[in-house]
């Protein structure tokens, strides 16, 4: 990743002409790049000049999606599920399973996984509307 080079439209974007005229040519195998740069350029400054950029917080509609998923991150770690995670290997053993700490984690671990392999296929067929409510009622159910 360190040695890629910066696109050439960010380059241009960032003023930067000298070094997207060498990555032009280093990705086109010519010196003559000189049309896409100025193409470039062009579109570049058709698009800043037709769109006037309104701060994402005075946007009514975003903001509303940011509180949903926030609200949704919130929910996320109120189920508990990190709670289980962290004390794996202390409920198996109040639970008295006697298996090995890591054997506990990987039993954890696998049931996870294979959950989301169904859930992924659960949500492909069923709305996530119904999915979200169903599972929340019974996480609300938990405490």
Not at 28 to 41: A, I
Not at 89 to 118: D, E, K, N
Not at 129 to 135: A, C, E, Q, V
């Amino acid at each position: 990743m360190l040695t890629l080079h910066e696109t050439p439209n960010w380059l241009v974007k960032k003023g930067r002409f000298v070094e997207a005229t060498e990555v032009l040519v280093h990705f086109r195998d010519t010196e003559d790049v000189s049309d896409e740069l100025d193409e470039l350029t062009g579109s570049i400054e058709r698009k800043s000049s037709e769109v006037a950029q309104e701060p994402i917080f005075k946007d009514k509609g975003a903001l509303k999606v940011v509180f949903y998923m926030s609200v949704m991150m919130m929910i996320n770690q109120l189920c508990g599920i990190n709670v289980v995670l962290t004390f794996t290997v202390s409920i198996f053993h109040t639970a008295g399973v006697s298996i090995r700490p890591q054997l506990a984690g990987l039993c954890v671990g696998l049931v996870m996984f294979v959950i989301t392999i169904i859930a992924t296929q659960t949500i492909r067929k069923v709305n996530r509307r119904p999915l979200l409510f169903f599972s929340l009622f019974f996480c609300s159910l938990c405490f």
